[in-house]
Nanobody, 118 residues
Framework: QVQLVESGGGLMQAGGSLRLSCAASGSIFSINPMGWYRQGPGKQRELVATIALGAVTNYAGSVKGRFTISRDNQNTVYLQMNSLKPEDTAVYYC?????????????WGQGTQVTVSS
């Protein structure tokens, strides 16, 4: 099993910055990719950003140029969020695809609330 633990959410004014972290632990043979999704009030969960081996990144158009995803070599992924907007308000979920047994599976964190006030 793989556990994902997020931290770093909170309340911020528009234009401010927040940094989210997500640490993966457990019996991990390989983990790729890692990323972040979010679900705003009354909305469906949507992709924010992912990072694959070789530091290949993918961003939603709405966050490109404002958010930066990165990953260290300890299975921790970060999301630096700058120039925050009220529409960034959502629960942010860490995501990972990993092998801990014999097959690849999708894993999700418990979510961390990000609230941006205008």
């Amino acid at each position: 099993q793989v556990q994902l633990v997020e931290s770093g959410g909170g309340l911020m004014q528009a234009g401010g910055s927040l940094r989210l972290s997500c640490a993966a632990s457990g019996s991990i043979f390989s983990i790729n990719p890692m990323g972040w999704y979010r679900q705003g009030p009354g909305k469906q969960r949507e992709l924010v950003a992912t990072i694959a081996l070789g530091a290949v990144t993918n961003y939603a158009g709405s966050v490109k140029g404002r958010f930066t995803i990165s990953r260290d070599n300890q299975n921790t992924v970060y999301l630096q969020m700058n120039s925050l907007k009220p529409e960034d308000t959502a629960v942010y979920y860490c995501y990972a695809r990993a092998v801990s047994g014999i097959r690849w599976e999708d894993y999700w964190g418990q979510g961390t609330q990000v609230t941006v006030s205008s």
